[in-house]
């Protein structure tokens, strides 16, 4: 769990540095997304990514979820 615990962190950092936001402005935009429970879930396949795949992953999630929610 610790794995994933840290992954989760990485994945804040490496979204606040290349989206260029603070760690506040990152962890409401997780929040309301859900994009903690959307990297639980995806750990395996995310966590062989690098940080700017990382990044456009999470960016192309609230992009769709926006999309869909009109």
Do not use: P, W
Request: with cysteine; net charge negative.
């Amino acid at each position: 769990m610790d794995d994933k615990i840290d992954f989760i962190a990485y994945c804040i950092e490496e979204y606040k540095e290349n989206e260029k936001l603070t760690g506040k402005e990152v962890i409401d935009l997780f929040n309301r997304y859900d994009i903690i429970s959307y990297i639980k879930q995806t750990y395996d396949a995310l966590h062989v990514m690098g940080g700017l795949a990382i990044t456009n992953d999470i960016k192309s999630l609230i992009a769709g979820v926006r999309t869909h929610r009109g």
